[in-house]
């Protein structure tokens, strides 16, 4: 998983946000995977070892996408020893970001999905997005990892 490392950032869908959504941060290094997510009350924070991941097989993959690869994109994908969390990369051709999608189950995935970005101006980009959030539903309302996980409003 080494050629993954770096840090993600995104949104996961969570119940306990009045719009449905909070940042989500997920840092991976050589040995660790940090999960830090903004729920609307607090920050839910997990942590695995990289050596309890494996590699999803082809046909694993092709099972979570219907028998087809619905992002017309090479995946690349690990699974925990226990099933969940999955970690589904793939890049961007056009702006050279790596993609995350996080599949941690649940009944915030019946949401949707969570998928994180990150680049050279990943910070830049998700800055723009929360930008663009606020611009349509009102400032302060996403629970932010800086606000221990709520709202600034």
Sequence with gaps: MKEFNGRYLGFSPTDESAVGVGE???????DKIKIRMATGLEIKEEEYLVEDFRRMTSEEIAALMYGRNVFDVELRAFRHSTDLPELLFFEDKKSKCLILWFRWGGVGESFGPTVLLSCANGTEDFDLCISKLEKMHGKNLLPRLRNNGKAEN
Aim: aromatic share 0%.
């Design 24 to 30: 989500m941060e997920v840092v991976i290094n050589a």
